[in-house]
């Protein structure tokens, strides 16, 4: 058996690092985690916060917003209009390894017209639907009504029932 010289297996090697850099697995989707506040006593509608991360090398964007408990769900940002802050609905478009903040006060996913308010201490299942025809599915949690940031996920537990 031949023996590979050192510049062989340099270029061997070199060759391996290169594909193992560029190569993302087919089942790589964008990555979504999300937090959300407690429903006051008598709101209609919530907001969703968290980052989403494009994993892939392919820009993406965002179709579509699911929430099966509203009636409908967006991706929106808060504008300041003359001292007033106003939402707008927004689209979202990620190049490759691009992360998004969705933050209170900011951009966040506004869930309309609940059929049930959120629970703390609740996880929610939550679909994005991407131009390219993908659709992830993933889950926030839902922390107290003042919440400011991601509550802790140990204590959760799947609603409703």
């Known amino acids: 058996m031949r023996k590979l010289t050192f510049y062989k297996k340099t270029q061997i090697l070199l060759a391996l690092a290169f594909c193992l850099s560029h190569c993302t697995p087919a089942n790589s989707q964008p990555i979504f985690e999300g937090w959300s506040r407690a429903s006051p006593l008598g709101a209609k509608n919530a907001a969703v916060y968290g980052s989403f991360y494009n994993p892939t090398k392919e820009k993406i964007e965002l179709s579509n917003v699911i929430f099966e ?93």
């Open 69 to 161: 408990y509203s009636e409908s769900a967006s991706l929106h940002q808060v504008v300041w209009e003359k001292g007033v802050a106003k939402m707008r609905s927004v689209g979202l478009s990620l190049g490759p390894k691009q992360k998004f903040y969705l933050e209170p006060g900011a951009s966040h996913i506004m869930l309309v017209n609940l059929t049930s308010p959120l629970d703390s201490g609740c996880a929610y299942s939550l679909d994005f639907k991407w131009t390219n025809g993908l659709i992830t599915t993933t889950k926030f949690f839902v922390g107290e009504i003042n919440q400011n940031s991601k509550p802790l996920p140990e204590s959760m537990r799947v609603c409703p029932k």
